[in-house]
C-alpha cells in the first residue's frame, strides 16, 4: 500500500490485510482495487470518498465506519460487525450505491 505523510491519497491494488488494527484509519479519496481485509479492526475507520473496487472485508470490525460518497463496486462485506459503535454511531453508507455490494451474514446489516 503506498500512501502519503498525511494519510490520504492512498493506493492499494492486489493486496491482502490480516489481523490488522486501523481503528480511526482515515482511507477518505483512496483506491482500493482488488483488496481483502481479513479478520481486521477498522472501527471508525473512514472510507469516504473512497474508491473501493472489488474489495473484500471478511470477518472485520466495520462499526462506526464511513463509507460515505464512497463508490463501491463489486465489493463483499463476509460475517462483518457492522452495529452501532460505543458511542451509538452506526456504520454509515449514506449515498453510496451498494447495488453491486454483498453483505453476508453481516451483524447490523
Known amino acids: 500500500m503506498q500512501n502519503s505523510a498525511d494519510n490520504m491519497d ?7 490485510f490480516t489481523d490488522c488494527i486501523a481503528e480511526g484509519s482515515h482511507f477518505e ?3 482500493l482495487t482488488r483488496v481483502t481485509f481479513t479478520c481486521c479492526d477498522l472501527y471508525w475507520a473512514s472510507f469516504f470518498m473512497a474508491q473501493l473496487t472489488n474489495v473484500t472485508f471478511d470477518r472485520c470490525d466495520l462499526r462506526g465506519s464511513d463509507f460515505k460518497d464512497a463508490t463501491m463496486c463489486d465489493c463483499r462485506f463476509l460475517n462483518c460487525d457492522v452495529r452501532t ?25
Open 85 to 109: 459503535d460505543a458511542l451509538g454511531g452506526q456504520t454509515e453508507f449514506g449515498d453510496t450505491d451498494l447495488s453491486t455490494v454483498q453483505f453476508v451474514n453481516c451483524r447490523g446489516r
Open 29 to 31: 479519496g483512496a483506491m
Open 10 to 16: 492512498v493506493v492499494a491494488q492486489d493486496e491482502t
